[in-house]
């Protein structure tokens, strides 16, 4: 049983009250401290708006009422389609979907416990692989291509996901021309622009850079991504120490107006168009400066981001998932569980990042998109939480079996044994001996079958006759 979309917001790091005082800091930063647009295009357009302009410095400060209005501007869902129907995925509210991450530069090979460059066949692999794992809701593009060159990243990086997988595919991006490209192969594909409006195969993610700083490119990004009617995602990263203040409720309030800066612009761009408030922000190892990917006040900002992006009824990107661990092991596990379990209980829409990735987010592994199925099969049972209802109660089935009775046989029992309770694929639940007769297998060798075993089946493709028409109009897909 296939568990996605189902509500979370059980678990509030934030009171009501924290909530409020989080966003008046935010329309406090926003109206008087302001923060710079570095785009021309973006510049103007917030001019237009009638914001108070620092031509000097590109500063821009927003009277808090004009902030509203462009932030209820954009819709409170937005609708990521697969080729496959039963793959699109409504954002919005508290509904919860997992998906992968990136941009990965590694890949760790746990056979041999080393590491190579990702290419672009590695990145066709781990799309076939996630299009067979059914907990990964979303494929995210999540390593970069080191063998080709940065003006053919874009195309065969998106080309690699719609070729390999029916689920939705999102990513990054990295030249202008390139971006250009991916929306043409996606109307292509969808069948024409009206079409892709209609069906948004793809999303885009255009970053805006903490503290409060709107990038010239990834500006420019954002106003013509959302002009084309593909939803894009503006996330932020803010680091507690480094370019966040310390604090947790801090870096959230940080994370919070870097994000905004982003779907303010999307909307004065085009106003109504589907934009995703987004957060991969986390803390910092004020020891050495490091990213840290697995801690448990990642899990807890994203999580409290999630309230604020349900408090201004916008869709949510979070980050969990990773870990810091550079091998799959118990650390590995725990930490991707931990920050995972804690942005789906507050009703996280999308989790990226929530399968494959390690070592602070600059590898992944085959084996650990398997083994993180597995755990987000897990999480998403927690979400779904305890039905309560006559039947669930089963008291007549109670009065009926009585003292000393045995409910096994049962058709109460045979009803929901498998819905009620998670069938995991790969946790070991047999006695030693019979894990012992069957080669005493680690969880990551399992995996390691897993994979094999997803590779030797014929995988997803496009239909014959639209690769052929993408590949006859765009020139820099090279397989």
Partial sequence: MTRRGLPGGSFKPLSDEAVRMVHNTVMRIIEEVGFQVHSDAGLELFKGAGARIDEEKRLVRLPK???????????????????????????????????????????????????????????????????????????????????????????????????????????????YEGLKQVIKMAEIIAGSAVKLRERPIISMIACTISPLKLDGKYGDFIITIARSGVPVVCPSEPLCGATSPVTLAGNVTMQTVDSLMGVMLSQLASPGSPVIFGSVATNTDLSNFNYLAGSVEMGLINAA??????????????????????????????????????????????????????????????????IDNEILGMVMRAVEGVTVNEDTLAFDLIKEMGPGGNFVTAKHTRHYMRREH?????????????????????????????????????GYSLPADVRTQVLSQIADIVK
């Avoid at 063998?147 to 065969?156: A, F, K, T």
């Avoid at 012992?436 to 089946?457: L, P």
């Fill in 422 to 458: 998670y069938q995991p694929t790969l946790s070991d639940r047999e006695s030693r001996a019979e894990w012992e007769v069957k080669g005493k297998k680690d969880i990551w060798e399992k995996a390691a079958e897993r994979v094999r075993e997803i590779m030797d089946k014929e």
């Fill in 65 to 175: 009422e004009k902030a509203m209005r462009l932030i209820e501007m954009a819709p409170s869902e937005v609708r990521l389609c697969g080729r496959d129907e039963k793959h699109d995925l409504l954002l919005g509210g508290t509904r919860v979907y997992t998906g992968t991450g990136g941009t990965a530069l590694n890949v760790y090979r746990q056979e041999t416990g080393e590491k190579t460059p990702a290419t672009l066949d590695d990145l066709i692999s781990i799309a076939r692989l996630v299009d067979d794992l059914d907990n990964i809701h979303l494929f995210l593009l999540p390593t970069y291509p080191n063998d080709l060159p940065v003006e053919q990243v874009d195309i065969n990086r998106f080309f690699a996901g719609l070729n390999n997988t029916s689920k939705h595919i999102m990513g990054g991006l990295y030249t």
């Fill in 305 to 370: 981001a999630a309230q604020m992006a349900q408090f201004y009824k916008l869709p949510f990107y979070a980050t969990g998932g990773m870990t810091d661990a550079k091998m799959v092991d118990a650390q590995s596990g725990y930490e991707s569980a931990i920050t995972s379990l804690l942005c789906a209980l507050a009703g996280a829409n999308f989790i990226h990042d929530a399968a494959g990735l390690m070592e602070f987010a600059l590898t992944v592994c085959y084996e650990k998109y398997v």
